[in-house]
């Protein structure tokens, strides 16, 4: 049976630590004030990331995380979406994976949602 490692969420401004894995960027948009040489991570999978009205209607606003959970959660059927992670889920086959976003609120955002999907 495959190991699987852990999954965590953490912001992309965040310095890396050790056990961190491969550090991936689940953001459709780059973080605001990153520049790409201190942005420290291994890739940048934006096709997993929520579609704009959705992320615009959610608006990260506490109230609305559950249902925001599920309409991402019906969105990562579509095809380019559940490519996306299949590859992600592949990723914690082999490392520990850190799901990494701009929101100040990594707890609801797009990569809590994924985190508990990829068993993190």
Known sequence: MATKHRVRVRRAYDEPVRGDGVRVLVDRIWPRGLSKEKADFDEWCKSVAPSTALRKWYNHDPDRFAEFGRRYRTELK??????????????????????????????????????DLLGG
Do not use: G
């Not at 490519?83 to 990494?100: C, D, F, P, S, Y």
């Not at 976003?101 to 994924?114: G, R, Y």
């Open 78 to 115: 579509e095809p380019e979406r559940a490519e996306a992670l299949q590859h992600l889920r592949a990723l914690t086959k082999r490392r520990n994976l850190t799901l990494l976003t701009a929101t100040k609120q990594a707890d609801i955002s797009e990569a809590a949602v994924l985190a």
